[in-house]
């Protein structure tokens, strides 16, 4: 998958979320998660653009992660949703599906980063 490919299907995310939230049931639970899935759901893709901009390793992986908590708590929120029965399993699993993949995608190139950049490993005690 290219960055470009990549950046769509997190623009898709924040795009199906925007709508999962605006059919919500109007009241105030609903509501209130449906809020907190739009901040972190809306924000992965915002701050994996910003970690296309970065300007070193660091701030990269720094970034990076921003974009895993943002994920993990939209899950969360997604849970919420099914476990309250606002809205069934079966109409959001697709969606929890697909931001479990980005959490797996984001965690897999910190790892990679945090490889190759030698000043984030941690040494060896028996290499002393």
Known sequence: MTESEFKERRKGIAL???KLVQSLPKNWIAETIGKQLLRSGTSIGANYRA???AKSTADIINKLAIVEEEADESMF???LLIESEIVPQTKLE???NDINEIVAMTVSSIRTL?????KSKIPDPKSR
């Open 114 to 118: 945090k490889s190759k950049n030698p």
């Open 77 to 79: 929120w997604i849970d």
């Open 16 to 18: 199906r979320i925007i």
């Open 94 to 96: 697709k969606l929890y």
């Open 51 to 53: 970690a296309c901009r």
